[in-house]
T-cell receptor
Framework: DQQVKQNSPSLSVQEGRISILNCDYTNSMFDYFLWYKKYPAEGPTFLISISSIKDKNEDGRFTVFLNKSAKHLSLHIVPSQPGDSAVYFCAASAAYGGSNYKLTFGKGTLLTVNP | DTAVSQTPKYLVTQMGNDKSIKCEQNLGHDTMYWYKQDSKKFLKIMFSYNNKELIINETVPNRFSPKSPDKAHLNLHINSLELGDSAVYFC?????????????FGAGSRLTVL
């Protein structure tokens, strides 16, 4: 039962253009959404998050949009750079037994930015 | 100065053996996790400990036994290894950042069971 879905396994864009990575979720109890970036042979690293009460959060070249009614979020990277080439994981957080939280991940999208 | 370090990075072993993966974090976080990334690339939570206390156990076979001697360490011991245990195991610790539970991951330990 995939509660967090990233339907595109890969995406290829040209340097300088916009990259848009998409994510869908099914659980209405998720209260935060996060994006992680992963290079080969390394652990995922936190990129940006958004609260379920917001519809947009921006940090430099990275912007996350949340459409709560559609249970959909997207990560925009503009302009894309070759160093952005990595696997991007969408993750959703829900409270678990009081003040503990559980993070559920999607399958990831491999972004390739071509010079 | 690694924040979350796990050892070994690679582990190749025979079916039926017992092995351990160690994890240490120097971030002062109270909560630590083990995640498994299998061949289908899903990152699935296995266990979570908060200040040495088990708080999440995601229907993992009891051949897997986490141990947290203190809040900076969370080790994973696996008994009677099976082929399906082959995966990358990630340790993580977390901190609430503006309400979001942000995990910091280790580099992963790739386990291959032959």
């Amino acid at each position: 039962d995939q509660q967090v879905k990233q339907n595109s396994p890969s995406l290829s864009v040209q340097e300088g253009r916009i990259s848009i990575l998409n994510c869908d979720y099914t659980n209405s109890m998720f209260d935060y959404f996060l994006w992680y970036k992963k290079y080969p042979a390394e652990g995922p690293t936190f990129l940006i998050s958004i609260s379920s009460i917001k519809d947009k959060n921006e940090d430099g070249r990275f912007t996350v949009f949340l459409n709560k009614s559609a249970k959909h979020l997207s990560l925009h990277i503009v302009p894309s750079q070759p160093g952005d080439s990595a696997v991007y994981f969408c993750a959703a957080s829900a409270a678990y037994g009081g003040s503990n939280y559980k993070l559920t991940f999607g399958k990831g999208t491999l972004l390739t930015v071509n010079p | 100065d690694t924040a979350v370090s796990q050892t070994p990075k690679y582990l190749v072993t025979q079916m039926g053996n017992d092995k351990s993966i160690k994890c240490e974090q120097n971030l002062g976080h109270d909560t630590m996790y083990w995640y498994k990334q299998d061949s289908k690339k899903f990152l699935k939570i296995m266990f979570s400990y908060n200040n040495k206390e088990l708080i999440i156990n995601e229907t993992v076979p009891n051949r897997f036994s986490p141990k947290s001697p203190d809040k900076a360490h969370l080790n994973l011991h696996i008994n009677s290894l099976e082929l399906g245990d082959s995966a990358v195991y990630f340790c993580a610790s977390s901190l609430l950042v503006s309400g979001a539970n942000v995990l910091t991951f280790g580099a992963g330990s790739r386990l291959t069971v032959l």
